[in-house]
């Protein structure tokens, strides 16, 4: 759709500078079909509407929150996109990194207060800050239950080398999935469909990536934990009532599917 008649436009220059990106990132923004030019000059420049400054803005939260670029594209080209329903999910997930930020900050600044001669940090209040989701939580009860396994064993070689900074990424990959699942679901999608699939395979592949090989059988074999197991029906559920149940079926569809 070409911007209104007397409705503001911006050249790619003119954008770039708004929104304090690169000429050549929009450029490929457009090439990607993330962000499209809405109208063109006589001489074939790149016109930017109200519409596409909305898009940018919207393209942009999903970055800053660490989602790549391709699933950008793959969330705003959806058919079933939703903008303020994703604003809404985007907005929870930057209040929760803010959050986290904050209890960051607060964390240093104890730290610096105890060595410029204020009270000291308690070992406690030192750790407080990581929050109580710690990768080794369930080390015991997951060797007791899989130790003898080669995926045990691969995914404890692989996560011993891990620092702080990688379990943060992988957290980070896991709330951008959770993101997707819950569009979907808000949307009505059935587990069956193709969409539903894909974000099953992000799930299985995020395994595969950093923990130890996953097939689509061995995810389905997770799926049904998901249901069993009543501490991962809560992880899920307490997004949405149903959505364990919706995620193990559309699992379970994807190692169905032949392609």
């Known amino acids: 759709m070409a911007p209104r008649a007397g409705q503001r436009t911006y050249t790619v220059g003119e954008l770039a500078r708004l929104a304090k990106v690169s000429v050549r990132t929009l450029h490929h923004y ?86 410029e001669g204020a009270t000291p940090m308690s070992d406690e209040e030192m750790f407080e800050v990581f929050g109580e989701s710690d990768p080794e939580q369930y080390e015991a009860e997951a060797e007791e239950r899989w130790g003898d396994t080669e995926a045990y064993k691969e995914s404890a070689r692989r996560t011993k080398h891990y620092t702080r900074a990688d379990w943060e990424r992988i957290k980070d990959e896991g709330e951008a999935q959770m993101v997707r699942m819950l569009e979907l679901f808000d949307a009505g999608v059935s587990p069956e469909d193709p969409r539903a699939m894909d974000v099953a395979d992000e799930a299985r592949l995020h395994v595969d990536r950093w923990f130890y090989p996953c097939s689509r059988e061995m995810h389905a074999c997770l799926g049904e934990m998901y249901v069993e197991d009543a501490r991962f029906t809560a992880h899920y559920d307490e997004h949405r009532e149903g959505l364990a149940r919706w995620f193990r079926d559309a699992i379970e569809a994807n190692a169905r599917r032949t392609a």
């Open 30 to 115: 457009d090439a990607v079909g993330l962000l499209c030019p809405s109208g063109r000059t006589e001489a074939g420049y790149r016109l930017y509407g109200s519409a596409d400054l909305r898009r940018l803005q919207q393209a942009l939260f999903f970055k800053e929150l660490g989602f790549a670029l391709e699933e950008i594209r793959g969330i705003m080209t959806d058919p079933g996109f939703d903008r303020r329903e994703a604003l809404l999910v985007q907005r929870e997930l930057l209040a929760e990194k803010a959050e986290r930020a904050e209890a960051m900050l607060a964390a240093i600044d104890g730290a610096l207060a105890a060595m």
